[in-house]
């Protein structure tokens, strides 16, 4: 399919029979793919068997405390996905404006944001907060390339922020799902469940079914995911022009927060306090280092 270098997701989930995983990254090491994603439960036997073949390994967790685990296991990089992302939450429900914050404080390595973007606004968010970029999972989904049928597309475009739902909390095994009829039936009966057995909800959670929803298009088929962002998806690009436009955007946004700081460029000390100072970008503005509004 390309030429390019690429990477591959290995997720490791809690499932009543666990796949052969070392089977998984063994396949991996030998088709010679050199950048893994990790994610979920446990990786790191994985993540050894991966380091000892030179792959170079992005972990991606939803808290600190896994991070910090997985920097001791030899990860490169990290993605930290915040409680708004698509799929696996975690249990934490932490949001990027905290996460992302708590990783630039505490990790001292790299890390890409993951959860809840879309735009180039989310971008130049995330660059602010101290990540190196951005992963996104749901918008790519609504784009021209992606394998899926139109009619998950064009509901994904007329969806709100609000219109998720997390299942599978009562096994601490949290997802965040497009909230069709089968997911909230499922959030019902995991909330009435006397047994509290995981049986009672399996059949409305079932991968196989949510994975004909992509190819029959009826999305009310199955459980399938997304995440909270699907309230900013407004359209069905080509990748192509999806991330130039996020380009176009972050570039503007980083100039807008630019222009705010005002007064220290021409000589570059720091305004002594209660100075007022020449505003070069914004001539209204008189307050140094408030901003555009003349206050
Ligand atoms: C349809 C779909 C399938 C996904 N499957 C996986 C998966 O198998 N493993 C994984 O680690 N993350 C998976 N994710 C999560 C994404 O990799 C990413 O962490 C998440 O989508 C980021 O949140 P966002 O959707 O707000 O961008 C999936 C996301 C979507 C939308």
Not at 57 to 71: D, M, N, Q
Not at 197 to 205: G, N, Q, R
């Amino acid at each position: 399919m390309t030429k390019n270098p690429f990477g591959v997701n290995l997720t490791l989930l809690p499932a009543l029979v666990p796949p052969d995983y070392h089977g998984y990254a063994k396949v991996i090491i030998d088709e010679g793919i050199s950048i893994v994603e990790t994610a979920g439960n446990s990786p790191g036997p994985v993540i050894k068997q991966l380091k000892a073949a030179n792959c170079i390994i992005l972990h991606k967790c939803t808290t600190i405390r896994h991070a910090h685990s997985a920097i001791k296991l030899g990860v490169d990089f990290l993605s930290i996905d915040g409680f708004e992302c698509a799929g696996h939450v975690g249990e934490s429900d932490i949001t990027n404006f905290i996460l992302l914050s708590r990783a630039r404080q505490s990790l001292g390595v790299p890390f890409i944001a993951s959860g809840g973007f879309a735009d180039g606004q989310g971008l130049a968010a995330a660059l602010s907060l101290g990540a190196e970029g951005i992963n996104m999972g749901t918008r790519f989904m609504c784009t021209i390339e992606a394998p899926i049928h139109q009619k998950v597309k064009e509901a994904i475009v007329e969806a709100q922020e609000t219109d998720t739902e997390l299942v599978l909390r009562r096994w601490k095994n949290t997802s965040r799902l497009f909230a069709n009829k089968v997911a909230k039936e499922a959030v019902k009966v995991e909330r009435e469940s006397t047994s509290g057995k995981f049986e009672d909800v399996a059949p409305y959670v079932s991968g196989k079914r949510g994975r004909e929803v992509f190819i029959n298009g009826d999305v009310d088929f199955g459980v399938w995911t997304a995440g909270q962002v699907i309230g900013l998806i407004h359209d069905i690009p080509s990748c192509k022009d999806l991330v130039e436009r996020i380009e176009r955007e972050a570039e503007k946004t980083i100039g807008k927060a630019s222009s705010l700081i005002v007064g220290r460029a021409q000589d570059g000390r720091e305004p002594a306090p209660g100075e007022v100072g020449q505003n070069m970008n914004s001539p209204g503005a008189e307050i140094w280092g408030i901003g555009k509004t003349k206050l």
